[in-house]
């Protein structure tokens, strides 16, 4: 686990994680957030609320196997009850380790975003072709 948490702090090192309902809230809504973490011990009305950023966001949620204040430890702060990753590298790092630890409960969410990663790939690969066929003047 201590893994999966030094991964979600380099991801705030990174700019990358929202911290706090609001800012994931935004994020999810932006559809700018990958992936939701929501801690083990976060209260039901928090968890519903995730829930609907996940769904509102077309993001993948996932409850970490670690309590508000451990992952509080790895964000810099003293209670996070809730967090969202918005690279998908990063994001895609983060739930493979845990898929790691426990492949029945993260095996899944851990090849969706092996695919979205693979798809944002493709994406960014073609926009590179477009705006280099742009600069040449070539015409399709």
Do not use: W
């Amino acid at each position: 686990m201590e893994k999966v948490l030094s991964m979600i702090g380099l991801a705030l090192k990174a700019g990358r994680v929202e911290i706090g309902e609001e800012p994931v809230g935004a994020a999810a809504r932006a559809k700018k957030a990958r992936v939701i973490l929501v801690a083990s011990d976060a209260a039901p009305a928090s968890a519903r609320r995730a829930a609907s950023f996940a769904q509102s966001g077309a993001c993948i949620l996932l409850t970490v196997p670690a309590s508000k204040e451990s992952l509080g430890r790895a964000l810099g702060r003293t209670s996070v009850a809730m967090a969202a990753v918005t690279d998908i590298g990063l994001a895609g790092s983060i739930v493979q380790k845990l898929a790691s630890l426990d492949p029945n409960a993260y095996g899944p969410a851990a090849e969706q975003l092996a695919l979205k990663a693979r798809r944002a790939q493709q994406r960014r690969e073609e926009q590179r072709r477009h705006e280099k066929n742009a600069r040449r003047g070539k015409k399709k």
